[in-house]
Nanobody
């Protein structure tokens, strides 16, 4: 089982980035994928989660209206489209796998595999 996150980079405030999480060794039909982030000196926090099966989506408040999680089951990839980026969105972003999103996904409960992060820097 592997998760490979990519797509980070330097972007100006108000800009957009799309992160990708390529999954291998398992299928998205039976696994939920969540995005997390960790800013320098801060604790890791949940960003968004997409369920297995029907692909229901969940967002933390700061991500609502700006970020969109989606999946391409044919390519076993989950995306995080991030728009209207702010300097406070600067962080290393990680994707993780779980059996389900549930109510505790934001704290990482139930995540059994984690990918290496991709750095997002929002700065002018």
């Amino acid at each position: 089982v592997q998760l490979q996150a990519s797509g980070g980079g330097l972007v100006q405030p108000g800009g957009s980035l799309r992160l990708s999480c390529v999954a291998s060794g398992f299928t998205l039909d039976y696994s939920a994928i969540a995005w997390f982030r960790q800013a320098p000196g801060k604790q890791r926090e949940g960003v968004s989660c997409i369920s297995r099966g029907d692909g229901g989506t969940y967002y933390i408040d700061f991500a609502k209206g700006r970020f969109t999680i989606s999946r391409d089951k044919a390519n076993n990839t989950v995306y995080l489209q991030m728009n209207s980026l702010k300097p406070e969105d600067t962080a290393v972003y990680y994707c993780a796998k779980s059996n389900r999103c549930g109510s505790t996904w934001p704290v990482g409960y139930g995540m059994d595999y984690w990918g290496k992060g991709t750095l997002v820097t929002v700065s002018s």
